[in-house]
C-alpha cells in the first residue's frame, strides 16, 4: 500500500521511469492500471486522474502519442466499468439476494432507475466512487444498454478531460516546472466532492439528533 501511495504522489518520477524501462510497452501498462481501477472494486486506490493528466503532459513533450493515449485509456475506462457491472450482478444474483435485505436491493434498484445515467457519468470524476458506482449498478439491475451508453460517454469524456488537459497545459512553465504540485491538486480537488458530501451529511445528522 505504500508503494502504492508513493506511485501516485510522484506519478511524475514514476511515470517517466515506466516510459524508460518498458518503452512502447508503456501503453499497456497504463491500460492495465485504469482497467483495474475501473474493473474491480477492491483496487480504488490504483491512479486515475493524475496518471492521466501525467500520461497527457509526457505526450506534449513528444514522449508518449497523444491520440493513442486516448484511445487506450478511453477503451480501458469503458471496459472497466462493464466488467465491474457484470460482477456487481452476478454476486446480486449469486450472494447478495441471500444476504441482504430485499428491501436494500429495492432501493438501490430503484435509486439506479432515476438517477443512474447521472451517476455513471459524474462518478468518473470522483476517486474511489467511480469504482464502486458501476459495481452497484450491476447490484441495482441498471438496464445494460442504458448503463453501456452512459458509460461509454463517461469514460471517453473523463479520459479526454485529462488526456488532452494535460497535453494542452503540460508545455507551460509552470506545470513542467512544478507537476508534482499540480499532480497533488487535481488529486485534493478530485477528493472534494465525496468530502463536502460526507460534511453535509455529518451535519444533517447532529441537527436532527
Known amino acids: 500500500m505504500i508503494n502504492i501511495f508513493n506511485f501516485i504522489i510522484h506519478i511524475d518520477q514514476n511515470l ?5 524501462s518498458y518503452g512502447s510497452y508503456v501503453y499497456f501498462i497504463l491500460f492495465a492500471i485504469i482497467f483495474l481501477e475501473t474493473g474491480l472494486v477492491i483496487m480504488p486506490f490504483l491512479p486515475g486522474d493524475s ?3 501525467v500520461a497527457g503532459t509526457f505526450a506534449a513533450q513528444g514522449v508518449l ?5 486516448f484511445i487506450l485509456l478511453s477503451l480501458a475506462a469503458i471496459l472497466g466499468d ?3 457491472y457484470w460482477i456487481g450482478k452476478y454476486f446480486c444474483n449469486k450472494l447478495f439476494n441471500r444476504c441482504v435485505n430485499e428491501k436494500y436491493l429495492n432501493k438501490t434498484q430503484e435509486f439506479y432507475e432515476r438517477h443512474g445515467a447521472k451517476t455513471i457519468i459524474i462518478a468518473r470524476y470522483i476517486p474511489i466512487v ?13 438496464n445494460y444498454p442504458k448503463f453501456l ?3 461509454i460517454i463517461g469514460g471517453i469524456t473523463w479520459v479526454a478531460l485529462f488526456v488532452f488537459g494535460g497535453y494542452f497545459f503540460g508545455n507551460i512553465p509552470f506545470v ?6 499540480v499532480v497533488g491538486i487535481i ?11 460526507w460534511l453535509k451529511n455529518r451535519n444533517k445528522k447532529i441537527k436532527m439528533q
Open 51 to 53: 496518471m492521466i493528466f
Open 82 to 84: 462493464t466488467l465491474n
Open 65 to 69: 502519442n497523444v491520440y493513442l493515449l
Open 176 to 181: 513542467k516546472d512544478n507537476l508534482t504540485f
Open 130 to 142: 467511480r469504482t464502486f458506482a458501476p459495481f452497484v449498478a450491476g447490484i441495482g439491475k441498471m
Open 16 to 20: 517517466l521511469y515506466l516510459v524508460q
Open 149 to 151: 451508453s452512459y458509460n
Open 187 to 197: 488529486i485534493l480537488i478530485s477528493l472534494m466532492p465525496p468530502i463536502i458530501a
